[in-house]
């Protein structure tokens, strides 16, 4: 059913629809269902002494049964439902839900989430999807456009992506394999094919026992690299202008709905982003709201402090967003380039929350093996090294975390912004 089409429709209109009860309301004389799909709700109205066939129908539906009905479009301004109504010459019960239901829109997100594809038909979580459908379109496309290639990495690995903690170990055949934490080596890899420009959106697996708003132990990833790369800020320039493309063609098509069933504006960010150096943000994370980042998180920034950055980048900018540079080297991944042992990477926090890590990389051999062996990595990362041996241009890239974004744009937790959460307390549905 596509609503708007309905609704514009003239009187006497023959249509056929098929979707879920959302109400029905059951009187002597008369009977009203809501029925409703991803389009949207329409009344139809059925006269029991005109219609008697229907009888025997309409006392077995139950609210979420689906039904399919074929009639003729109504204008009636006394319905408060778009004014319209449907009133049926053929009606089917195609699936009768059973009744109660599990939950409703007052119980808790994990109760909600035992029953998720129930959780998923409201119109808000509807919604969301729709929204992050488009804004992985607008990604793909901004990047298509720049003659960029999508592959599709890996996610079963023989060595961790990046260290040794924080990954899945399982059994593959007669030997240990993990669940990838990362394509950045396969992206890595790419470039060593020669492909210039490169991109991919896949899943991420993380073994991280942590129980908050924003972790998940599996999530989507749009990740990207490229080749001339001269400094960091050539990788900053092409994270926000992607962002602003994506939140344009999702204000354009949704930021109204959003803004209605949210209560959460969409602006538009502007060009440049906000750069501040991490030691400039200590200081005026003091000067203004006297926090003081713990001596033992001096190089790296806790997630105390990324969210008073939502305030800083608002106070100091009047942006959402906020580019952060100048992370130590030990916090930092060992493919990072370094200029006088300060990694040339950043965070991108957006209303306080980071979203993405992106860095110029290490592209020499000799110089990447000795960061990886500082790490106590170099035999574990050896196929990775391999990439580097044969010649390899400087580049650098970025990874976005979708359903962050997703969770950012509307105001929710991690849990309601995947289609399925997974968590270390999480397996199911």
Known sequence: MALQNIINAKSGKKIKLQGFVDSIRNKKSIAFIVLRDITGKIQITIVKEKSPQFNDVIEKITPESVITVTGTIKKNPEVKLNGIELLPSELVLESIAAT???????SLIDTRLDYRWIDLRSEK???????QTLLTSAFRNFLLKKDFIEFHSPEIIATASESGSEVFELQYFDRKAYLAQSPQFYKQMALASGWEKVFCCAPVFRAEKSNTNKHAT??????LEFTGVETVEDVMKM???LLVEGIKVVNKKYGKEIERLFNIPLPVPTLPFPRMDLNEVYAELEKRYGYKVPEEE?????????KLCKQLAHDKFKHEFIFITGYDTKKRAFYHTRVNGVAQG?????????????AKREHRYDILLSQA???GLDKDVQFYLDFFKYGMPPHGGFGVG??????????LTIKEAQFVFRGPNRLNP
């Open 402 to 411: 979708l359903d962050r974004i997703t969770m950012l744009i509307f105001g």
């Open 346 to 358: 950043y965070d991108l926090i957006w209303r306080g929350v980071e979203i993405t890590t992106g």
């Open 125 to 131: 979580n509807s919604l969301v999807f729709k929204v």
């Open 239 to 241: 994270e926000e202008n």
């Open 373 to 375: 062996k500082e790490k």
């Open 298 to 306: 001096k190089g790296d920034l806790p997630t105390e402090g990324e």
């Open 100 to 106: 109660p239901l599990p939950i409703d829109s007052t």
């Open 218 to 223: 599996e999530f989507t990833g749009f990740d």
